[in-house]
């Protein structure tokens, strides 16, 4: 146990990006991760059927295929594969299926014996929690994509046709799982994003942006230094360019 001074260059990023499918998560991630990363050492730990392999043409990046059970400790053990090889940045693409997917928390607690469900849990959160403070201490930074539970509402189009549009809700995870992390990132279904929680100052509440490298570069000089200037603090997102633009409309459809 020891006193040390405060410094940020002890860092390493957290972020966490929630929203519905398609609204553009892992796209978002390797986004960010390409300004996080210099050196461009990056893997994803995908869960979602190797979606993580359809933008290869952003750039060099690995993946790790994870599949059923999505029990915290496989998670770990791809984290721990990651660090082992010298990854500076993770995406875990998603962090969803740990609590709901195939072998993950809820159907751990499903499947428990016994009819106390306080007691079935306490034996199960202690996974769960542990996993989390793999993300937390793990030397890389980390980005984790949430999916959201999904509502649809009735709206008008410029036509006056009414038409469903489906919403990005609430994140699939534990609840309070926004907590853990230094920024969360809601993307909605035009993939704009606003910060729902920001530690950093960087990013304004409630002020749409989409998230690029220079995103992730700005996330990564607030990690590297301990003064940043109000200028840096308030200047909005960059948008994409236009190849970025064409990537996305590529990927979409849109």
């Known amino acids: 146990m020891k006193l040390e001074k405060a410094s940020k260059s002890k860092s390493y990023m957290r972020v966490a990006l929630q929203g519905a499918s398609g609204s553009g998560k892992t796209y978002s991630a390797l986004r960010l991760a390409f300004g996080l990363t210099r050196n461009q050492n990056i893997a994803i730990v995908d869960t979602e059927n190797g979606s993580a392999h359809l933008y290869s043409s952003l750039g060099d990046y690995q993946v790790l295929q994870l599949t059923a059970p999505f029990t915290p400790e496989r998670y770990k053990d791809a984290i721990d594969l990651c660090v082992a090889n010298g990854i500076k940045t993770i995406v875990i693409d998603s962090l969803s299926h740990e609590w709901e997917g195939n072998g993950g928390i809820l159907e751990m607690h499903g499947n428990s014996t016994g009819s106390n469900s306080f007691a079935n849990w306490a034996k199960i959160t202690p996974r769960h929690n542990a996993l989390i403070q793999h993300i937390l201490n793990a030397p890389a930074h980390i980005i984790v994509t949430l999916r959201s539970k999904q509502e649809y509402a009735l709206k008008k189009d410029d036509r006056g046709r009414t038409t469903p549009q489906k919403l990005g809700m609430k994140p699939i995870q534990r609840d309070g799982i926004d907590y853990e992390f230094t920024t969360v990132l809601a993307i909605d279904m035009?993939?704009?994003?606003?910060?729902?929680?920001?530690?950093?100052?960087?990013?304004?509440?409630?002020?749409?942006?989409?998230?690029?490298?220079?995103?992730?570069?700005?996330?990564?000089?607030?990690?590297?230094?301990?003064?940043?200037?109000?200028?840096?603090?308030?200047?909005?997102?960059?948008?994409?360019?236009?190849?970025?633009?064409?990537?996305?409309?590529?990927?979409y459809g849109k």
């Open 190 to 251: 035009n993939h704009k994003a606003v910060a729902v929680k920001d530690r950093t100052g960087l990013f304004p509440l409630d002020t749409q942006f989409t998230i690029t490298e220079e995103v992730g570069k700005r996330l990564l000089q607030w990690s590297r230094e301990d003064v940043v200037t109000t200028n840096e603090v308030q200047q909005p997102a960059a948008p994409l360019s236009n190849n970025h633009l064409n990537d996305y409309q590529n990927a």
